[in-house]
């Protein structure tokens, strides 16, 4: 008897869990496009990629160099494919956006 209780219980918690982490997920979707559907939040975006060398080698010749490379470019690609998974349409926007900001500059 206690048995079943305690399966029952657990089964519940895990369904509580499983509901919490999918509500999460979806809060941190709407946020990844509120902040998208910004000019300033996709420029934000794009500098951060940039800054994570997202778009370069992480290669430098030093492994502590490459290592530390490698781990900023992981969070940024990390970024960049929470962004193509919710909303891949804002990409091509941040990335025009971005082309005609260094044109002007």
């Known amino acids: 008897m206690s048995q079943v209780y305690d399966q029952e219980e657990n089964e519940q918690r895990l369904e509580e869990e499983q509901k919490k982490a ?3 997920a979806k809060r941190d979707d709407q946020d990844i496009e509120n902040i998208m ?3 300033s939040g996709r420029r934000f975006v794009w500098s951060l990629l940039e800054e994570t060398k997202v ?4 290669f ?3 492994n ?3 290592n530390f490379n490698e781990g900023q470019r992981n969070a ?4 960049f494919s929470n ?5 891949p349409d804002m990409w091509l926007v941040m990335a025009k956006e971005a082309k005609e900001e260094d044109g002007n500059a």
């Not at 940024?76 to 970024?79: E, I, K, P, W």
């Open 60 to 62: 430098t010749g030093d």
């Open 76 to 79: 940024g690609l990390r970024v």
């Open 37 to 39: 559907n910004t000019v």
């Open 64 to 66: 502590n160099a490459t």
């Open 22 to 24: 999918a509500e999460l």
């Open 55 to 58: 778009f370069t080698s992480s």
């Open 83 to 87: 962004v193509m998974r919710v909303c």
